[in-house]
């Protein structure tokens, strides 16, 4: 709740607090910046301190902007009678510049500078100006669509005139409507469109125009796609501080005379990094944008980068912020380095363990469960949210809004309450029937399916492990950025569930911030919807948060005055850019796609009709085997408004690629979605050719789709076009690190190119991910042999043993040749290959290891003749004639199947492995050896002349069978 006492939201001593008021008297620009950081972490008290000291007129507005700020009142911040003069100089600015300048982001960027220039000893003043309004339209537009709680249209009609600047003719009406269609054009970047039923995308564009002035200082905007090539590699941090983006290869920057005021606000970079990180998650597609990512390295590099003195975990915020930054744009290790700066600046300490407990209500014997053992640098004294706090008490109530435990008292003070302060003639129970979304957000097991035999919570044998000491809010959001981190960095499976659950379970025993406690919610039912027992609950979870939104009435709030009480704007926003809570549409859309995985095709159909979603319209439709409804609507769509997409739909309906054709056209060759469907056409049709043609147009528009890098390569591996192929896995496993078949094609290429370096890292990379194919370590084990790293060679043989009931192949005797030559044999081999690098030296390790892998090949698989002759050329050189004689003995056996005598090539195979079983019992000489092999010897020849006696094989083995009797017959 609001207060004019309350300490600043990480919950500093109020001693602390006090001891800053007595400080020396602060400059003008510390002042500034102290309330600048102070806006950026909610902290109104501490701006209220900053008012209180001496300053000028001007800076007194400035912190009076700042004071509205981080109280929630962002309306306010543009109604302030300074915004509004500065607004309107702005438009007139805007209006000489709207002739020749056709983006709004490159118009208000100008005349931002020209009114710079044109007052240069207010520069700070209007840089500040700039930054709150951009900061306070942004706060808005993530208020409407992510946190609520919703405003009403009228609270905000008096502040479109002032966004007529965005239009490109100042003639036009200016309308909620004009506003944000025009906007949901303006954010178009790289070809991709944003949602288009969120709340005053206005706002946002708006916001972004202001803030890209303050945070980039350059004249490149988002309207100008980042060039395939320069898509930003995954460096060290140090690397990401660089200057902005360049248009063709020039900057264009700010003068330096603005530039140099921009640059000395503190948070200028971070506002416009999460005005980016918005704009990305407003997007249709999941797919990232390389434009965004470009400009977001770069100001998140720089908030980084930037020292918070004044507060440890400001800082702490900064790199979890960047984080999530990597996580939204699926950058290469998503963020874990950033969580783990942030757990060490903020002091938190975290220990995954285990503790007896029982998970079901009938379970009688303790198990060993996963407990997270998590503390903060300084425990969070204060009280919990009293809204969160009531989030996690009420727990009895149904999922329509209907109370089924609340007393009957209670129901009649809340109705009372409710008449008195709206006048709404219907009473308590009756009015959330009604209203439908009044829908209590914690949604128990119990609720969900009364039946179920799981306890809401593990019972923990160790009472202490239930009574966990309170968190920081802040270290709250990185216990569940580092769940997060689990779920990246591990298979979907349900082993990464029970490690990532211990997270939520913790952020959700302490309800100290309303979107942090949300966000546990989610996560745990997008956990949840994985398991069968679990996914009603989930579903239904999911359902209460998008109906949180709503300013309706509430079991725990009885009043439009009791919402904005119990949980004010303020409090929601604080924490909402150090979360990854999406937007409602978002989570709507998320919510749609579990229904169509589960089967609940018109439940999912409602809600992307209402999302505007027509990809998943028309397979929903498809799926209800109503395809002809489907043109329908499309064709209709297309009467009211031809875009891109619906041209592309209709497309995918009617199977007819000229409709791609004019989408392309259509979007000016910027939609990308056209070409990628109009390649995967042609592709069908077997024009290989034409289909690269449109990848490459599709991958040239929108670098960062993997999926089209990845069709792009496997088509040229079709045409062994190698190169092409190398560069488009390359760009698919730096996208996408854990695409295990990436790797594996990539790995292939280099292995037929004979860069067998490559190859080996890139099948190292592949296994990672995908162990069960055969395939892949069959060609790891080539590569393995060819640069000489035996012991992988030797552990891809073992894999290849544990899959042979997936691929029945037959052993690789000649790999087994080759490991013995190489480690038993190695100065013959360094004979005979030459190569620039020294031959590997014997090692008796190697030997052990290979010892161990015939020993097993020749457990499962006894009957292969070459692998008993293998096994006895390496019992050969490690000295061990009498194995080496057994192997040979169980090579001419295997070789002896029935019929054999019949057969040229058998006999001739028994032949010669007789022949070496005899030089092998020669070189022995003992009288007991010439007699067994004399006798074995005959028997083989008896057979072998049958149909066979002019073979030059069988008259060999007769000849040495001759010797052997010569031998036995001489003196001992």
Known sequence: MESDSDDDVFNMDAVVLTADEDNDTLSENDILKEAELAVIDTNSARIEQMQRQPSSTSSQTTLALALLLSRGQY?????????????????????????????????????LEDMFLADPSNMLSMAYTVLYSGAALLNMFVQLNYTGPAMEDSALAD????????????????????????????????????????????????ARCLLHFVGLQSKVNWSHSEAEDHITKPTTLTNYLRRPRTLHGMAQPLSPQVTSVLLGLSTGAWWTGRSLMTHQRLLITKEPSNTLWTEAQYCFSVAVARTYPSDTYLSARAHLEWGLAQHVFEILGKGRSSFDDAMAISGLTVQMSGSMGKRTKYQV???????????????????????????????????????RAVPSSTEEEASSGASTEEGDPLSFEDQLVADGEAAYRNITRDQADPDNILLEHVAFEDDSVGAPSNLQVIDQAILLSLCLDVKNNNPADGLTSEQMMPYLTRVLDNPNNWMVYSTGLLERAWLECETQRSRER????????????????????????????????????????????????????????????????????GIFQELDMWDEIVQCYQLLDQPKRAEALVRQRLEIAPTPLMWCCLGDLTDDVSHYET??????????????????????????????????????????????????????????DWPMAIQSFTHVVQLSPDDGEAWGNLGSIHLRLRHHNEAFNAFQEALKQRRSLWQMWENFLLCAMEVQKYGDAMYAMHQLLDLRDKHKRPVDHEM?????????YPEAQAEADVTHSPPVASDSNYKKQLAKLLGRTTSIVTNNAKVWQVYAHFQDGCGNKAKALECRLKECRALQKAGWETNQQDVELLCRAAKRLSDTYIEDGTKASLHACRMYLRGVHKKAQVDFSDNADVKALEAVLRHIEALEAGPN
Not at 178 to 195: A, K, M, R, W, Y
Not at 376 to 392: H, P, Q
């Open 365 to 403: 014997k303790s198990v060993a469960q996963m407990v997270l053992h998590a503390k903060s640098r300084v425990e969070n004294v204060a009280a919990g949210s009293e809204s969160a706090v009531a989030e996690a008490q009420m727990t009895h109530v149904d999922f329509g809004g209907k109370n």
């Open 159 to 206: 502040l479109l005139p002032m966004l007529a600047v965005l239009l490109d003719n100042s003639s036009t009406e200016v309308t909620k409507d004009t506003l944000n269609c025009h906007s949901l054009v303006s954010l178009q970047v790289d070809g991709e469109s944003p949602f288009s039923i969120c709340e005053y995308p206005v706002f946002l564009e708006a």
């Open 75 to 111: 309306a306010d911040v543009l109604r302030h009678a300074s915004v509004q003069s500065w607004w309107k100089s702005l438009g007139n600015a805007v209006e000489r510049h709207r002739p020749t300048i056709k983006h709004p982001c490159s118009r208000i960027t100008q005349a």
């Open 663 to 720: 989408s392309w056209e259509v979007s000016k060759h910027r939609f990308a979605r056209a070409k990628r469907t109009w390649g995967r056409k042609m592709f069908e049709q077997g024009k290989i050719h034409e289909a690269i043609a449109h990848f490459k147009d599709a991958v040239h528009v929108q670098p960062m789709y993997t999926q089209a890098w990845f069709f792009l390569g496997s088509l040229s591996m079709r045409t062994q």
């Open 816 to 824: 087994l040749a080759w490991l013995v030559q190489a480690i038993v």
């Open 538 to 605: 989930a579903i239904l979870q999911m359902q209460a948060l998008v109906d949180q939104h709503t300013t309706r009435l509430t079991i725990t709030q009885t009043s439009l005055k009791a919402i904005q009480d119990a949980a004010p704007a303020h409090e929601r926003m604080a924490y909402i850019y150090s979360l990854i809570f999406p937007p409602r549409y978002a989570l709507k859309r998320d919510l749609a796609e579990r229904y169509l995985g589960c089967g609940v095709y018109a439940s999912a159909l």
